[in-house]
């Protein structure tokens, strides 16, 4: 799958993963991408399927349970291990999903409404 992806910073820091809310994109969350890469962090931002330059998909692969599955599989392509994480809106949905998925690859979860 073909996920568009933005990275910033130096891969060896911190990695931060920001999710955008529903009907957005990763450009909402440009700024605050660049003031966390800018403080030391690496960080990773993406269109969630369905949303800005990702793939579109049939109805019926866009349940939360896909969104959290595309989450790990980005990661894991960015061989990021654990990672602090920022959703807004949706983005906040998959987040909380993903960390009661499997906690112990998340140092921290942080929602903007």
Do not use: W
């Not at 049939?58 to 960015?78: M, S």
């Amino acid at each position: 799958m073909n996920f568009y992806t933005s990275t910033r910073g130096n891969k060896n820091e911190a990695a931060v993963v920001l999710l955008h809310g529903l009907l957005g994109s990763s450009r909402n969350m440009m700024r605050i991408q660049e003031a966390l890469s800018n403080s030391g962090f690496y960080t990773l931002s993406f269109d969630q399927r369905g949303h800005g330059h990702s793939p579109h998909f049939h109805k019926t692969d866009y349940t939360l349970d896909f969104l959290v599955k595309d989450l790990f599989q980005i990661a894991d392509h960015f061989e990021i291990k654990k990672m602090h994480i920022v959703g807004h809106s949706l983005g906040g949905r998959v987040s909380m999903l993903a960390v009661a998925k499997e906690p112990s690859r998340f140092l921290s979860l942080s929602m903007l409404d």
